[in-house]
């Protein structure tokens, strides 16, 4: 029963206006506060505009100010609130005596921000296998809580219409539940049912099966026959195969040209993933979260997979489903005969280094060069979203997520600045490519968009590019990075037009965008960046940098790195590890000894024409990169000569180093800390090379190197800081858990503050945020009329 307003005799009317910004549509946030409005005895109304959540209540003073609080303390879930004004309106007050909800409207000046996609959740999995219930086995079961957002969201505001669910229209029942403001599926956008919603099928050779059971079971054959089927989920399709058949992993890695880079393996449930990896409770937490990431873990001894799903690693990334379509797909089906999959290869449909697969045209074109069948249906995607990866790290004995990649179920929530700027579009790096589009204080960063190597990815990144533009609104500014020969930098000078181009130097945009995740810009930092490639200011590579910011962030002094080693050959160094190992050696005055790892992995004449290219310097780059230095190590140390994809000695040392118990006899091994800020490895290399003849085990030297570099790191810190006490660690060695608790642990015993990332990640999918903000500083630097000292605001003095 809805209450009505007392007369006006016997309490005081009062009507207020809050307006709630955030991520407030699309979870259930209009329904909580109908409710909320309700049981206080309010009347008013709720409604969404393209800025807001606006909301009026009228009523006793002590109840709208109860309204104020609850409407933030007890919000839903999913809302991430960023601000709620109040105002008191003293027009006269309204004669209605019910709380509405009301159509939603535009607002010219700003744009809420846009919802992630939330994996399914418990209410409706219990509804999926509930066969009393009307959407018993539907494949797109959703609600308020859960489901597709970002991918199918075709503008703002979040409303049906704007949607690619705008093509099915919805049944009486579903359009009931729709416009009841108690129904859990009220204003719930991808609302469907079997009668109405969209339709799932299988397609092999020369067979189509339309009924869904029927389809599911069929795509549970093909997979039990050792198929690959392509599987059309949120953001795209994915290619999946049973993980211990080691012919249809051989095959999957052939048809995608991918060669030793672990796949991610989708598991039924928790105690199913118990069976593949180690899991602690946080690591649990993860897995069950509404983002349903992949979680790199610790790999099971007799884990049952193939070894071609993560060959030679210990790790192992495992998901959860996350759509009505997994959870269907790795259940029985009734009526059939076959056995339903514990467990899946999914991987994302496409061939290594271009951009998943994800519309009509791109499947008949695509898939069936990839797959021998698909499960598909025809809710369209709109925005391609590839899966998101996380590790756990610890910070003060705390479990924290480490985002390696930031996709699907945490794309596009915005990252707070914490002050308004102006609009700029930062278009990342080369590799692990994202870009940022920045709207006043909030920062929208992308999807994972893929290495910058092909037509297809360059075509997916301008069309991406535009659709967060077509949503957010048109940037005034534009940065990249400052190497000369990046794709996305060619890209941002052909379309800057008018507008400012900002080129940032690279490990600047590292550690700037640590400030920006922690709204700390402005803050005076040591920055840590670690990585394997970023141009420097001075046209060599950078990768093992120490930079001091001030409260001027867009500005920073180079005041330490990692001693600079001779890179021969360019790309041919960092995939054959060995070469670099070489280049240690040389710098270090170690000779080149036959009973060396590295040694034995090159030729007679690559020797030689190494030996030259060192002494004469010709076709060699010198590098500071840690990265590099990793690899060096891997190499002297025999984990690896040669990869197959970007990290995986560095990967596999820290697998080996992990290997050994932390409480052993600590193996002498360090960096020298010059009093010019350079990090000289050369004692190290001797040290270890000289334990390696003396027996020492790799693994033990592994862990040595690794809180070797610790300790430099600390000291170095010490050398530099002067007052500042805050540090940042950043770039994609700091990806490495075991070298990342290293640092922090030792730092904050020498009483600094460790900043890391827990939003964007370390690597160079991190890169545009810092890039953005940047660019905004630096505009509003000449707004001020700042005299910038810098290559348009690199800070490369």
């Given at each position: 029963m809805i209450p009505t307003l007392p007369p006006p005799s016997a309490q005081p009317i009062e009507r207020h206006r809050f307006a709630v910004t955030g991520v407030v549509q699309g979870v259930g946030f209009r329904p909580f506060v109908y409710r909320l409005a309700t049981e206080l005895g309010l009347s008013g109304f709720v409604g969404n505009n393209s800025a807001a959540v606006f909301i009026?209540?009228?009523?006793?003073?002590?109840?709208?100010?109860?309204?104020?609080?609850?409407?933030?303390?007890?919000?839903?879930?999913?809302?991430?609130?960023?601000?709620?004004?109040?105002?008191?309106?003293?027009?006269?007050?309204?004669?209605?005596?019910?709380?509405?909800?009301?159509?939603?409207?535009?607002?010219?000046?700003?744009?809420?921000?846009?919802?992630?996609?939330?994996?399914?959740?418990?209410?409706?999995?219990?509804?999926?296998f509930d066969p009393a219930n009307r959407r018993y086995r539907h494949p797109f079961i959703t609600c308020t809580n859960c489901g597709p957002r970002f991918t199918i969201i075709r503008g703002l505001p979040y409303d049906r219409p704007a949607t690619t669910m705008a093509d099915f229209d919805m049944c009486d029942r579903?359009?009931?539940?729709?416009?009841?403001?108690?129904?859990?599926?009220?204003?719930?956008?991808?609302?469907?049912?079997?009668?109405?919603?969209?339709?799932?099928?299988?397609?092999?050779?020369?067979?189509?099966?339309?009924?869904?059971?029927a389809a599911l079971a069929a795509a549970q054959r093909a997979l039990s026959d050792g198929k690959i089927v392509g599987i059309k989920g949120i953001g795209g399709y994915?290619?999946?195969?049973?993980?211990?058949?080691?012919?249809?992993?051989?095959?999957?890695?052939?048809?995608?040209?991918?060669?030793?880079?672990?796949?991610?393996?989708?598991?039924?449930?928790?105690?199913?993933?118990?069976?593949?990896?180690?899991?602690?409770?946080?690591?649990?937490?993860?897995?069950?979260?509404?983002?349903?990431?992949?979680?790199?873990l610790t790999r099971r001894s007799g884990a049952p997979v193939t070894d071609g799903v993560a060959p030679g690693s210990p790790l192992i990334g495992l998901m959860l489903p996350y759509s009505p379509i997994h959870h269907l797909l790795l259940s029985s089906i009734p009526g059939s005969s076959g056995t339903a999959p514990h467990a899946l290869v999914l991987t994302s449909a496409n061939r290594s280094d271009?951009?998943?697969?994800?519309t009509d045209d791109d499947a008949a074109r695509q898939l069936p060069k990839?797959?021998?069948?698909?499960?598909?249906?025809?809710?369209?995607i709109h925005v391609p979203c590839d899966d998101s990866v996380v590790r756990v790290s610890w910070d003060n004995n705390?479990?924290?997520?480490?985002?390696?990649?930031?996709?699907?179920?945490?794309?596009?929530?915005?990252?707070?600045?914490?002050?308004?700027?102006?609009?700029?579009?930062?278009?990342?790096?080369?590799?692990?490519?994202?870009?940022?589009?920045?709207?006043?204080?909030?920062?929208?960063?992308?999807?994972?968009?893929?290495?910058?190597?092909t037509v297809a990815t360059l075509k997916s990144f301008t069309h991406s590019v535009r659709q967060l533009c077509d949503m957010r609104g048109q940037p005034v500014r534009i940065a990249a990075d400052l190497h000369p020969r990046y794709v996305t930098r060619s890209w941002a000078e052909h379309n800057a037009d008018e507008r400012p181009l900002d080129l940032i130097q690279h490990h600047h945009a590292h550690v700037v965008s640590?400030?920006?995740?922690?709204?700390?810009?402005?803050?005076?930092?040591?920055?840590?960046?670690?990585?394997?490639?970023?141009?420097?200011?001075?046209?060599?590579?950078?990768?093992?940098?120490?930079?001091?910011?001030g409260p001027d962030s867009h500005h920073f002094t180079r005041v330490g790195h990692l001693a600079a080693l001779p890179m021969a050959g360019g790309d041919a160094a960092v995939r054959n590890p060995w070469r670099m190992a070489l280049a240690a050696l040389w710098h270090s005055r170690v000779q080149w000894a036959p009973d060396l790892a590295p040694v034995k992995a090159a030729s007679t004449a690559e020797l030689r024409l190494l030996r030259t290219q060192f002494t004469t310097r010709g076709a060699c780059v010198a590098t500071s990169s840690m990265g590099r230095l990793f690899d060096a190590v891997a190499a002297l140390l025999g984990v690896r000569q040669h990869i197959e994809y970007e990290g995986q000695a560095a990967i596999e040392l820290e697998a080996l180093a992990a290997s050994v118990a932390d409480d052993l006899e600590p193996v002498p091994m360090r960096l020298e800390v010059k009093a010019d800020g350079t990090i000289d490895p050369a004692p190290m290399i001797v040290s270890i090379v000289d334990e390696l003849r003396r027996g020492s085990a790799p693994a033990r030297l592994a862990w040595a190197f690794h809180q070797a570099v610790a300790v430099a790191v600390c000291n170095i810190v010490g050398q530099v800081a002067a007052k500042t006490r805050t540090v940042g660690l950043t770039g994609g060695v700091f990806q490495n858990v075991l070298l990342l608790a290293a640092c922090r642990q030792r730092l904050e015993r020498a009483g600094f503050t460790v900043l890391s990332h827990r939003i964007v990640p370390p690597n160079d999918g991190g890169l545009a945020l810092g890039q953005a903000a940047i660019s905004a500083l630096t505009a509003l630097g000449e707004d001020d009329h700042a005299v910038l000292t810098t290559v348009r605001s690199s800070g490369c003095a």
């Open positions: 009026e209540t009228q009523g006793a003073p002590a109840a709208i100010e109860q309204f104020g609080k609850r409407l933030v303390a007890e919000a839903p879930p999913l809302a991430v609130i960023t601000d709620v004004s109040c105002s008191e309106i003293t027009a006269e007050l309204q004669h209605h005596s019910d709380f509405r909800i009301v159509a939603s409207r535009e607002a010219a000046d700003a744009r809420t921000p846009i919802p992630a996609d939330i994996a399914v959740c418990d209410e409706c999995v219990t509804e999926l579903c359009t009931t539940e729709y416009h009841d403001p108690t129904d859990r599926r009220f204003h719930a956008q991808p609302i469907a049912c079997p009668d109405c919603g969209p339709a799932l099928w299988f397609a092999g050779e020369r067979t189509r099966v339309t009924e869904a059971d994915h290619l999946a195969c049973a993980p211990d058949n080691a012919d249809a992993v051989a095959e999957l890695r052939r048809r995608k040209a991918r060669r030793g880079k672990p796949f991610a393996v989708l598991v039924r449930d928790v105690e199913v993933a118990r069976t593949y990896a180690d899991i602690t409770d946080a690591e649990a937490a993860i897995l069950t979260s509404p983002a349903r990431p992949v979680v790199l271009e951009p998943i697969c994800y990839l797959a021998d069948a698909v499960l598909d249906h025809n809710r369209p705390e479990a924290r997520e480490l985002p390696i990649r930031r996709s699907r179920g945490y794309v596009p929530l915005p990252v707070d600045l914490g002050w308004n700027g102006p609009p700029v579009l930062a278009v990342g790096g080369e590799l692990k490519t994202t870009f940022c589009l920045t709207d006043g204080r909030r920062a929208y960063c992308s999807a994972h968009i893929g290495d910058m190597g640590l400030l920006a995740e922690h709204q700390m810009l402005g803050h005076p930092i040591i920055g840590v960046a670690f990585d394997g490639t970023g141009y420097g200011c001075d046209a060599t590579i950078w990768g093992g940098e120490i930079l001091a910011l």
